[in-house]
């Protein structure tokens, strides 16, 4: 059975993630789709709207096969670590391509870059090295020596946010040796960070600022959700008593800046530069996160870095645990979400052919990673009420999600 | 002028309180009340109904003169160490009496078993530490210990928790060398545990489970009110919401025995005997504050030593900081609450007299005490609206409350 990855967050599945599926089968003429999903948190820093198991239900139900969990130390992060840890589950699984969807959508170009990156990989390094040294962050560090190598040219824009992640994972797929043969399609009408919904095709982002700001599905919302996506969202809706934000942790946050000293804060990852005094001097005179968030970012202290760092802060990620992780070049473990009939006969064949155990349920083992991922899972069901917390804990227990 | 010491809660204010100020002036003829209150969280390990403010408002609307706090790290401990904490704010001060109630009322009887301690004090202690190496708690071991020497006699009941608070004063005072004169008053009708009101003097505990159980101040609860404290709680309510028990708490808990490992558990003051690896256990069972303490509850594992180390577990207070302060014979500040006018010329009389600052608000040092100070009453304020959180937080940054 051919199989093709996607590489995904599903928040919410929409029409244009269905549409990803269907043209990623097509291009690549695979029978089974395998998306690998953030779970409670998100890469650019935010709690998911609504959860994992919600979320794997709704991509099922719309034709995707199988839904793995990326592990919450990969999710949460800058593009090249959020890749390596998405394509080395995909790698672990044995399938044969990769499918993301990019501005670009000309693989070509992609390949191309890679070998000019591989030709400059020296002078990048050192750069990379340098710019680090000067105190800047990974991302920025990296993206200055793209430039003064030569990377970004009119074949790809590597300012397009979607460019970055297929870079990314192209770059993944070589330093793993992986054999996954990478492919994309071109996203259509919506850009990634749109924020008003024209199509029925929309962004994630403009979806959820429809829907959260209004706490309402309305008609423009539903007309770029498949139906399973809308039962999902107003079941959550119902069960928890709102979607998941920033604003419904802010208390969490203050309490753990205000019990912490600042060599507590120190030792989260994503504390860097100072950012624990800054945190100290701003926790008193805030009410809210939007209001916090504005206070502290700066040119290069970005939104996106300091949602990060607040979710290493909420879940207690210290810096010790993600350098511990984060360079294995092989799972110590596939996390199954979910799979349909035909999902399930791909798994039951690649649990004969692999050595990494598949498992479904966060007590089928003790590797540190596990640990992490429950304490992610708690601090993100700690904001809904503590009966429904309680009942959607548990599924983190038990089997995945079966849709026939 | 000649004054009298007061070791107090006021969790609130309620009418034993007032004949205990007033019965303490007429005793020893004291012409000035200095109260030693505990802050935000009180020695059974309780955060207090309304905040220490709104309660010495009302202490100082109903004749007593001064108003201190007692710090944090003494207020919620076993106690001997409560007391040690209270004496020495009141021996810094150079008070001339301390009076407190008791079930026995004879101050001669204190005297008497302290002087039969004295006499056994070398066997008390090598049982006390026999106790303390075969796992017992303190307070435990010293109960014990007690009574293998004879403590508990006809003449004074050490088992009744107000003698035995009493007991502690008295020994307190001798320990620190201090000038101070103990005396006692007999408490009146109703017992400290009570959970009836039945007069107009009932007990802080019945008062309490009055309003907090009907989220309403009952004509039966105002009548054992004075006025001041009957305005202060309905005050509170309104602009806070609610007043304050451990299930507003309950989701921070939660949130940190999920997120803190169990190495990091244990150098929480008060995780001892493994109860790290109970909570680990539970946290994922109970969906409210009640029943999780029924969870954890054991014959070792007191109630009350469980509320301790949940507000220290609340307020990240380590068993290091306890170590490093509890001994101190001197307090590094006096903390003024708040005063009347004849409390205000006790106050600038003794500030000519006495080398320890005398502070009113959190800003005006440096000292670690402030800081374990600040991390408290923000874990106290954390459960309330944004807007009074951080209207009641300014509180702690300005002058003492002035009444006339």
Known sequence: MKSCGLIVEYNPFHNGHFYH???????TDAEITVAVMSGSFLQRGEPAIIDKFARTKAALSHQVDVVLELPFIYAVQYADLFAHGAISILNALE???VCFGSESGDIQAFKDRYTHFKEHEEQFQSLLQENLKQGYSFPQASTEAYDAIGLRSKELDLGQPNNILGFSYVKAIQNLNSDIIPETIQRTKSGYHDETIDHDIASATS???EIVSTKKLTKKAEQALPSETVNQLSLYQQNSGSWHDWELYFPYLQLIVQSKSEQELREIHGMIEGIEYKLKQTVNRVTNFQQWMEQLKTKR???????RMFVHLLTNTTKDEVEAYKGLTEPPYIRLLGMNEQGRAFINQKKKQ???PIISNLQQGNHPLIKIEERATDAYYSVINPEQRTKLRKQE??????IK
């Open 21 to 27: 599926q269907e043209s990623s089968r097509q291009k």
């Open 95 to 97: 399938v044969d391509y």
């Open 207 to 209: 979806i959820r600022q």
């Open 301 to 307: 202290y970005t939104w996106t870095r300091l949602q």
């Open 354 to 356: 692999i050595d990494i």
């Open 397 to 402: 227990l038990t089997g995945p999600i079966m």
